[in-house]
């Protein structure tokens, strides 16, 4: 049974209203394939309204892995392999990504739970996808298609473009001043220890980061 | 189902781990650290017989001497029936050209293991509840629910577990011999993990050694710390539903993961070799320690599932991750040879498991037994041999603390046509188990078969004094088997089977 929302949060329709449309535009902006909603200047300190619905799901490993090779601009076979040979999602990971085997494992309903296998399948597809990017960007810098503009140096704008570039191909939205200022800082974490490997490392970190969000495994 | 399993296609179309939960213990302490002041853990061992292991073709054998209706059931001939010296325990030497309409020959004999296994192997009458395979095979590990729905897993796990990652792995699949309980007292970490695949299993428990990108494991931590610390908090989605049950699971999994990760379990449950099928060292893994070991026990690991599970399985206790592991045969044709099946003759050892198991003894039930019994008796041997050689602590061996149960849902039906050696049997709820574990009374029969009608009865919960008038009911081998592991069953309910236990 689900809680009144009326009895927890608002008392007069205007503010049920405005409730109702910060709930509706965060739902819109995690999960439209619409044109991205413009930047608001301080998204990630607005007050937001605690979902009651709970009815979030994990998107499994077949759709994670399509949404990643098509943000990355990959074929969905190049994202991942273990050892180099395993399809991840396809082979290795398949059941712990919500999949099913029914002729040799005999298993056929998905897991009901997420699992640690989970956890740390999504690491290593997510990381696996976003670093053969990275090498096909930085190794042929005139065709990058996510990395461009920093692949011949990284300045702040660089970055910035290289971070709003990832949310909108990862989250299918602008990112927040917010966040735009962690990738920022995320980067010159990284130039003070990586020197001249920065921006290789930001490309691959960057976007494994971004990818990995519960915003981008959950919908 | 009859499937062709190379090498390669073992591997395709079949995927790893499938859920490990570290909830109940995210600091992942060792097994010295762990055992402080706790009791010194047992290890339960369950190896699935599934489709129905019949007693009567295993260490319950019947010789055609003993009854008076030999000739119409399923009484072997004296010559095929041996026991070591002053051994109640039975060993069936059978061979057939062929199983059935399966053009494989069977030559199985299980005296020898038997003459070396005799003296930790108890075997206890029992008569089951249900001829469904499911059902029986549930009944088989929680008792008939005898302890508010708890599997015997989860009891050992909920027990012993504290201190380990992993403390209950399943790595059969598509059988209830894994039955997750319906006790919800017991812990989520207590529950069982399913493990698909055993061989590349371990890239499941860390979340980027050896994929392409993970070469710098400070830098992934300092990637994890921006999307904790930063985007997520400022993420919208994350805001309006973090306190929803799937996010927060999703949450406190992330926060184990290091635990996991600082154990290094991609390194020691490794069981396959750097190689050309799996190039560990150029993504920076390598075997288990172990694994050498493992692998010389179970030469067949890389083909033969059930192989590979039992050489996970010593991993999974030995290294401290596990204290009980679920392994067994499932339904599927199991043949390891290197033409195509349907393509010539069957290679001589290739077929490793028949299809359904146990259960092909609908089709012909003695060349089916007797292959089957053989399977289960050369992977408990193989596993005892690791554990026996394994120290524990003070001078024990893993062994001195664990206890293989080969866990069936059911007997066979006892009749034949008159002297028929091959002939086919259905589902019986009348047989017994067998228990293999130095704390078990061993070199024993607990209880009896009747040569006349080839069922078996019961004994004394107590002394262990044979009992016609009674027969041994699922909750009553549960509860024995807890005694053995040495379980506290205050308030449960549960009788005490002491004549199970080992003097």
Redesign the interface.
Known sequence: MFPEPLKRHSTTFATLAMAVAF?L???A??CSDDEPAPAAAS??T?A????TK?????KGGERIVADLAQALDLPKEDV?K?????DCQG??????LG?V?P?????YQP?K?????????V??VM??G???R??RDFGSPAAATLFKEITAGATHEAVAAVGRRLYQRILRRDP?A??LE??R??YD??AST?GADAPR?FA???C???S????A??Y | ?T?HLTRRN?????????????LGNPRGESRAQATGPQKAPKFLFVLGASGGASLLDGPLAIRASESPNAATINAYADAQVTSPQGSPLRAVSYSSSKVGPIPYPVAANQSDFITRRGKDMLVVTQTGTSVNHLVGQRRSVTGNEAWAGRSLQEVVAAEYGAGTLLPNVHLV???EFTARGTDGAIPLSARG??V??AL?FP??????R?????D?GD??Q???A??DG??????????????????T??RA??G??GA?ESADLVSKLMIVADGA????G??G?ASSPSADKVRARFPDYAKDPLEAQAALAYLLVTQGVSVTVTLGA???FVYTGDNAYGSGSLQAGAVKNLPIAFDYAHTSHRSAQAFMWQRMYKIADGLIDLLVNTEYAGGTSYWDHSAIYIATEFGRTKTRPANADEFSTGHDLNNGVVILSPMARGNTVLGGVDPATALTYGFDLQTGAPDKGRTTAEKEVFAGLLGILGVDTSGSGLPDVRAMRRV
Request: charged share 20%.
């Open positions: 709930t535009g965060a739902l902006a995690g998204a990630s607005e937001v309204v605690k979902s709970n009815r979030v799901k994990f991942c273990e050892l180099g040979t395993y082979v290795v990971h398949t059941i712990s999949g085997e002729y040799r494992q005999t298993i897991l739970d997420r699992s640690m296998g989970s956890v740390n399948a690491d290593r990381l696996s976003c670093e053969v990275a090498s927040s917010g966040e962690g990738l800082a995320f974490d990284l990586e490392r691959t970190l960057a494994f980061a971004v990995t969000t519960e915003e495994l959950f | 189902m499937s073992f591997l395709t179309g079949s995927s790893l781990i499938a859920g490990a939960t570290v699949t598509g059988s993990e399913v698909p695949d590349l890239l499941g428990l860390h979340g980027y050896g994929i392409a990108g993970g710098r830098l992934i300092k990637a994890r921006l999307r930063k985007l997520q908090p400022a993420s919208k989605f994350s805001r309006v539903f973090e306190d929803t049950p799937a996010i699971r999703f999994l992330r184990a993961q996991l099928d799996y190039p560990l150029k993504y893994l499932n339904s599927n």
